[in-house]
């Protein structure tokens, strides 16, 4: 007796089901791929997710030509397949979430799109305060208002007045039974904008934008 493989109409199936499948592994791996050498690279407002970025983003500087405070960079030859996309180095200079945000009006291939977040309360954000470059980190081994072997803890709000959005983005908060208030970044609120890393007293700066994994 012929197995249902034997059938013209079955066998075609599976093997459509297998090409189905197969594509499925390439296109993940491929993703994976981008997203191994993109994820340590911050965007421009509005950025695609890194593969979608990666494969729209025609390298045509328009958006580092637009931005006003020569935020954006052009990534360097280590940055693999993500060589000449623009990047954002917050420690030597920020995004200043402009509210026109020129970047993104810039790009011909919307590689970049207006941003516009829906938070939990249900409401809408869009333009500056729904930018999300990535999140902001307190690296409390060299943030000055935690005690380390080091040094004694002293107070400093460098990043909280720094911040576009103090309250909804970062704050500072007690809870380690000292009496100096440590900074406490709001993921949710955070744009990720780096003008904390910036402003940041520190040699090695005390709060530190990462991407949003």
């Known amino acids: 007796m012929n197995s249902k493989l034997d059938q013209p109409h079955d066998r075609g199936s599976f093997f459509k089901s297998l090409g189905t499948l197969f594509a499925g592994l390439v296109a993940e791996k491929i993703e994976s791929t981008f997203e191994s050498i993109g994820p340590k690279l911050l965007r421009p407002p509005g950025a695609l997710n890194e593969l979608a970025f990666l494969t729209a983003c ?26 000449g996309t623009p990047q954002l180095t917050p420690r030597t200079m920020p995004c200043f979430l402009c509210e026109t945000l020129p970047c993104i009006a810039a790009c011909p291939e919307n590689a970049l799109e207006w941003p516009k977040i829906k938070t939990e309360n249900g409401t809408v954000k869009e333009g500056p305060e729904a930018v999300r470059i990535g999140v902001a980190h307190v690296k409390k081994s060299r943030c000055l208002t935690f005690e380390t072997i080091a040094r004694t803890a002293e107070r400093c709000r460098a990043c909280v007045d720094r911040c576009p959005y103090p309250g909804k983005a970062i704050t500072l908060r007690i809870y380690d039974h000292s009496r100096i208030p440590h900074p406490e970044v709001i993921e949710e609120g955070c744009t990720g904008c780096g003008l904390c890393e910036f402003g940041c007293p520190t040699p090695q700066p005390g709060i530190i934008v990462r991407n949003r994994l």
């Open 58 to 83: 025609t390298r045509c500087d328009k958006c580092i030509q637009a931005c006003p405070q020569s935020s954006l960079t052009r990534a360097p030859a280590t940055s693999g397949l993500a060589l």
